[in-house]
C-alpha cells in the first residue's frame, strides 16, 4: 500500500511539473519564442513546430524568420512576401532564410549573393520547385558569401547552375540540371573560381572557402564540377537508383 502510495504521488510530482513546463514556455511573449525558434533548422524543425499550434505557426511563419517568393497576387501585400527570387535576396539581411514556393516559373539569370543566406525550396520533392536559368547567361546563381541551398531544382540551358566564388557554399537535396545542347562541353553544373587562400590561419576548421554537396541529383553537363582555382574534387561517394544517381562530395583544398 505504501509502494502504491509512493508511485502515485511520484506520477502526480511528474505530471505538475510536465504542466508546470508547458504552461512557462506558453507564457513567454512572442518577440523570446520567436527567438528561440530561429535557432531551430527551417526543414523540418520550423515545420513541425508549426503544426504545434496557431500561435506557434503565426510566429515560425513570421518574416522575421524567413522571407517568401511567391507570383500570389493575394499575398503581395504581406510582409516579407517577394515576387521574385532576387528582390527576396536584395531585402534579406545576413542569415535570412528564403522559402521559394514551388508549382511556380521561377526566373533565376546571374543572380549574385553577396551575404550569407538560406534558400529553401517549398514543395514535398526538390522538382517541385523549379529555378531557369536561360540561353545567354552566365549562371543561376552565383555565391561570393557563405550560403545553402536544399530542396531545389537548378536548370541551365547554357552555362552553369551555381557559380561559386567564394564562402562555403552546401547544397542539399537539390537538382542541378543542364540541358542537352551541342555546346554540352560549355556548361557545368557548378562552377567554383574560389582560391581557397588565406593570408592568416582560420580559427575554425572548415570555415574557408569550398563547396559541399549532399544528396543531390547532377545530370548533363561536360562534368559535374569545373574549378579554375586552388580547390579540387574530394571525397566523392555515388549512390545509384533505378531512374538516376546521387552524389555526395566536396571541393576543397587538398
Not at 543566406?117 to 557563405?146: K, N
Not at 531544382?153 to 557554399?169: T, Y
Not at 562552377?191 to 572548415?206: D, E, I, L, R
Amino acid at each position: 500500500m505504501v509502494k502504491r502510495r509512493w508511485k502515485a504521488s511520484v506520477a502526480a510530482a511528474a505530471a505538475a511539473s510536465f504542466s508546470a513546463a508547458a504552461s512557462s514556455i506558453h507564457s513567454l511573449d512572442d518577440g523570446c519564442l520567436m527567438h528561440i525558434f530561429s535557432f531551430l533548422t527551417p526543414i523540418p524543425d520550423r515545420y513541425s513546430v508549426a503544426l504545434v499550434c496557431h500561435r506557434w505557426r503565426y510566429l515560425v511563419c513570421h518574416p522575421r524568420l524567413w522571407l517568401r517568393v511567391e507570383n500570389s497576387i493575394r499575398n503581395m501585400g504581406e510582409p516579407g512576401v517577394f515576387p521574385n527570387l532576387e528582390a527576396a535576396i536584395s531585402a534579406a539581411r545576413p542569415g535570412d532564410t528564403i522559402l521559394i514556393a514551388p508549382g511556380l516559373d521561377h526566373v533565376a539569370c546571374n543572380i549574385q549573393i553577396k551575404k550569407p543566406l538560406c534558400l529553401i525550396g517549398g514543395g514535398e520533392l526538390p522538382d517541385d520547385t523549379v529555378l531557369t536559368c536561360s540561353r545567354g547567361s552566365e549562371s543561376a546563381l552565383e555565391f561570393l558569401s557563405t550560403c545553402k541551398i536544399t530542396n531545389l531544382m537548378i536548370k541551365a540551358e547554357l552555362g552553369c547552375c551555381l557559380l561559386h566564388r567564394s564562402g562555403r557554399l552546401t547544397i542539399e537535396g537539390c537538382i542541378l540540371q543542364c540541358e542537352a545542347n551541342p555546346l554540352d562541353y560549355l556548361s557545368f553544373p557548378i562552377m567554383s573560381t574560389a582560391n581557397g587562400c588565406h593570408s592568416f590561419p582560420q580559427p575554425v576548421k572548415g570555415t574557408g572557402d569550398g563547396v559541399t554537396v549532399a544528396r543531390t541529383r547532377i545530370e548533363g553537363g561536360a562534368k559535374a564540377v569545373w574549378t579554375s582555382g586552388h580547390l579540387v574534387l574530394q571525397r566523392v561517394r555515388a549512390i545509384y537508383s533505378r531512374t538516376s544517381i546521387f552524389f555526395w562530395f566536396e571541393v576543397a583544398e587538398q
